[in-house]
């Protein structure tokens, strides 16, 4: 498996990282969306009602999301190891993007939770599919520097969020940010290799 040009960043490195990079930073920011809409979007899905009421439907909003990323950490890396880490980083990405823009569709608080659910499952794939395609792929002399870099992209990801709050006052028009993942997980298909190191363990005879 090893080889002079694992040595090298080359140019397709630089594609998978910045890929790896944007589908992680925009799920920092999906993460942090809905709690910087909650009130308003809370409010117009409920109506007038009670305080109480409230802060109960908040709270279950964004605890499913929460237990979606758990729960998508673990399918995806399932997913990862039978069908490939390439397939599993574009899964993970088109997912969350999907269920981010219905987000700003659903008319009733369940469909919203609903769909913060598999907003956070894909979440949790992606904090596990593109860390492990970036090991497996990235020259091991330069590997730790950038999954450092990679493991700053949450929190440039929920930074994001607050700028888009601050750009975007109309919650429902602010989930349609779900539509640039999208677009990177389509871009993906073409742009990303599978994982020589995924191939060589399922086929020893693979060697590039």
């Given at each position: ?17 910045i890929i ?28 007038d009602k ?69 907003s ?41 969020a ?47």
């Amino acid at each position: 498996m090893n080889s002079t040009n694992d040595k090298k960043i080359t140019g397709y490195h630089w594609v998978l990282f910045i890929i790896c990079f944007l589908g992680t930073a925009f799920a920092g920011t999906i993460s942090t969306l809905m709690s910087v809409y909650l009130p308003v979007a809370v409010k117009d899905l409920l109506g007038d009602k009670s305080e109480d009421e409230l802060n109960n439907i908040s709270g279950y909003i964004n605890a499913i999301f929460i237990f979606g990323g758990a729960f998508g950490g673990f399918i995806s890396g399932i997913i990862s190891d039978k069908a490939g880490r390439k397939t599993a980083v574009i899964f993970s990405i088109a997912g969350y993007g999907v269920f981010t823009i219905l987000t700003g569709y659903m008319p009733t608080w369940w469909g919203v939770v609903i769909c913060r659910f598999f907003s956070g499952f894909g979440l949790g794939g992606v904090l596990v599919t593109t860390t492990t395609l970036m090991m497996e792929e990235w020259p091991q002399k330069t590997r730790a520097i950038f999954l450092g870099f990679l493991s700053i992209a949450i929190p440039v990801g929920i930074f994001s969020a607050g700028v888009i709050d601050y750009f975007v006052s109309s919650w429902r028009q602010g989930f349609l940010i779900g539509i640039i993942p999208v677009a990177i997980a389509i871009l993906s298909v073409w742009l990303l290799r599978e994982s020589r190191q995924w191939k060589y363990d399922r086929d020893p005879a693979v060697q590039h």
